[in-house]
């Protein structure tokens, strides 16, 4: 069964850092993409950052590009998100999520863990 557990959330305020990471079992990932999502209150989810296990391949949101930063760590079967110049706005919850590389669907997602920036 694969699972995919993130970490890491909390309060922070503008423009501290934070990393969240995601934990992931059950199979063997490298031919997964791992991404990151977040989703505020009363909005709907989106995309934040993407990695390429076997590859480490990313692809970022315009609206984080230079702030974040998606990286993976093959043997602790964790991929991070570190998070930079953190703004009021990136508040929200944030998931993790996994599909096959030839996927266009994530079919794996974690519970979300709470970003929450104060200004």
């Known amino acids: 069964q694969v699972q995919v557990v993130e970490s890491g959330g909390g309060l922070v305020q503008a423009g501290g850092s934070l990393r969240l990471s995601c934990a992931a079992s059950g199979r063997t990932f490298s031919s997964y993409v791992m991404g990151w999502f977040r989703q505020a209150p009363g909005k709907e989810r989106e995309f934040v950052a993407r990695?390429?296990?076997?590859?480490?391949?990313?692809s970022y949101a315009d609206s984080v590009k230079g702030r974040f930063a998606i990286s993976r760590d093959n043997a602790k079967n964790t991929v991070y998100l570190q998070m930079n110049s953190l703004k009021p706005e990136d508040t929200a919850v944030y998931y993790c999520?996994?599909?096959?590389?030839?996927?266009?669907?994530?079919?794996?997602w974690g519970q979300g863990t709470q970003v929450t920036v104060s200004s």
């Open positions: 999520a996994a599909r096959g590389i030839g996927a266009s669907v994530y079919s794996y």
């Open positions: 990695v390429v296990w076997s590859t480490g391949s990313t």
